[in-house]
């Protein structure tokens, strides 16, 4: 097996002072001193990489919300990212960005500097809900940052969407839907928002005006009908694209390829050369310890072996695309998962397409359990 060519993925730990209320990554409120020192730990960080000879054909700029950094030294990252990891022409290069934080003068300016992809951080076309997630934009201000970046020329545009947020109605759903559907997009993430502990919304979740289980279960469904109709079907649970417009760079996590993450709290798996299997490590949450480290792959903490044939499935098992039984290595292991995938077919929560398995709709929407049931078979083949 060749060494293909990894994903890049660089953690801008910057956020405005108030974070969003319902958020748990890892951020700092931006302060310009040490987004300088933290683009030169980066660039030093990417330019003395020990890995030899890695090549990148996607970087991904990820928060936080990168675009603080502003032109410049989002700039001198990525022209470190071409000169380290040698970018093919074609190569994918996703900025996160938040609509507040831009201008038509910094999206062009990314885009000559050889940015490709735009994600925006839309959440709701409602702006009655944006102000309950506690974000800072308008469903306006939204609308404008997605048609900066078309008219700067980024040929893939993204947007997140939210779902089941508080007081999120069919009607209210339908709107944020059609609200991106009618805009540039070619990519949308709709994701549940998830209450997670030791935020702001975790302590006073008991008076959120939540949806149920089984309200939540039909957000999703009417969210990927409507935006299959809109003509971007869904390639993995959350994600949905027109042709073309998948996210490459995260096809990558979910087809378990290698990436390099880069910055406090960012992940990697590295695979071993010739091998389907390799490592997973990752940077501590602790921003100073990396601006001070002279050579931040000490600080690289193991998180064990990945790349073994149960991961792959339920890596797989994500996408539409589905898992492929042809490479799993032990015979018995293929006929059990393909009897116990029979099975799940005439449940109608799985296919079968020659040897690959994939989720149905209706298996999405109970994604673990049909995993789970997957992974036994193969377990006890
Ligand atoms: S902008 Fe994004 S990363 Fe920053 S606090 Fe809000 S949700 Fe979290």
């Known amino acids: 097996m060749n060494r293909q060519p990894i994903g890049l993925y660089l953690h801008i730990p910057f956020c405005r002072g108030d974070k969003c209320p319902y958020c748990d990554f890892y951020s700092l409120p931006f302060e310009e001193d040490l987004a300088d020192a933290y683009t030169t730990a980066l660039i030093r960080a990417m330019e ?29 990252l990525l022209q470190a990212a071409v000169r380290s990891f040698g970018l093919p022409r074609d190569s994918e290069i996703t900025l996160e960005a938040n609509p507040e934080s831009v201008t038509r003068e910094l ?83 709709a994701y549940l928002l998830k209450i997670e502990e030791g935020t702001p919304y975790h302590q006073k979740r008991r008076e959120l005006p939540l949806p149920d289980e089984d309200a939540t279960a039909d957000c999703y469904l009417l969210c990927a009908g409507l935006l299959e109709v809109a003509g971007l079907p869904r390639y993995e649970i959350s994600n949905f694209a027109r042709p073309g417009g998948q996210c490459r760079h995260n096809l990558k996590y979910w087809r378990c390829q290698p990436y390099l993450g880069l910055g406090p709290a960012a992940h990697s798996y590295l695979q071993r050369e010739d091998s389907r299997q390799g490592r997973r490590c990752f940077f501590a949450k602790d921003l100073q310890v990396f601006v001070k480290a002279d050579n931040p792959y000490t600080l690289l903490q193991e998180e064990g072996e990945g790349g073994s044939e149960e991961e792959r499935l339920m890596l797989a098992l994500r996408l539409t695309e589905g898992f492929d039984a042809n490479t799993l290595e032990n015979p018995l292991g293929k006929g059990s998962l393909l009897c116990k995938a029979r099975e799940l077919a005439s449940h109608g929560l799985c296919q079968i397409q020659g040897e690959t398995v994939s989720l149905t709709g209706d298996g999405m929407l109970v994604s673990n359990g049909v995993t789970l049931a997957l992974l036994e078979a193969l377990e006890v083949g």
């Open 48 to 76: 003395d990489h020990p890995f030899g000879s890695l090549q990148a054909d996607t970087v991904y700029f990820g928060g936080g919300t990168p675009t603080l950094l502003g032109e410049k030294r989002l700039d001198a």
């Open 107 to 189: 999206l062009q300016s990314l885009r000559l500097s050889g940015f490709t992809r735009v994600s925006v951080g839309v959440q709701s076309g409602v702006d009655t809900e944006l102000a309950a997630l506690g974000r800072p934009h308008t469903a306006a201000q939204a609308r404008q940052a997605i048609l900066w970046a078309h008219q700067a020329g980024f040929a893939h545009i993204s947007a997140d969407l939210m779902l089941a947020i508080p007081g999120q109605s069919e009607e209210s759903l339908k709107q944020s839907t059609s609200f991106l559907t009618s805009l540039p997009v070619d990519h949308i993430s």
